[in-house]
């Protein structure tokens, strides 16, 4: 009985360092402190042999994976390839990176999670965990991919509804922030490259998954959201 006690008045170390974890990829992604230049410098050289396209993919998973800035590849690939190449990196980069969050964040939250669902603060959570808010969210400008990935880990979110979501943010921003750099590969000064005209699109597609949202809620007030059920 007494290591029971032990056991539940033990802080909740994993879920603290997720949190950690978390907080700092936020603050790292806001300020933009990962040095892209470094990499590309290796890519000018390396870029057409077989190994530099599975290298920025395993660095963009792996950024994901520890909730760090992985777009920052976003550049690395829209200047050194073809848009549609690029996308193709960036998206098998971007969801392989972040199916391992998912896993990571969810074996770390193992226990604690438990307490977490009896929250009332979950049950909010999980109201907004549908596919099209998950959609929604994957496909809004500078949002951190992170919350993302480990909020779905920690909530249990279906792998389904999390991968396809994936799948449609990391092609949406892949294709217009990779094409949009390519583009302007020539341009002098590389920051006002991502200018409204590229990120309209993106909020425009934002805009339709919430509208969908809002009209399958008036449709099926009474649709049940069970978060262990593998659908979408």
Known sequence: MSEVLLEKKKPPYKLLILVAIIVTGIVLHQLGILDWYRLLEVGEKYAHTWWFPPLVIIVKAVLYMFAMPGS??????????????????????????SVMAYYFSRSMSKGPADRIKKSRFFSVIRNHSDFATLSAIRTLPNFPHSVINYGSGILRVPMPRFIVSTIIGFTAKGYLYTSAIHHAATADDLSDVIQMETVLPLIGLTLLFAIGKFFQRKKLPELPTEPEQETL
């Open 72 to 97: 920052s590849m976003y550049w690395v690939a829209g200047l050194l390839f073809t848009p549609l190449y690029a996308t193709t990196i960036v998206v098998i980069g971007g969801v392989a990176g």
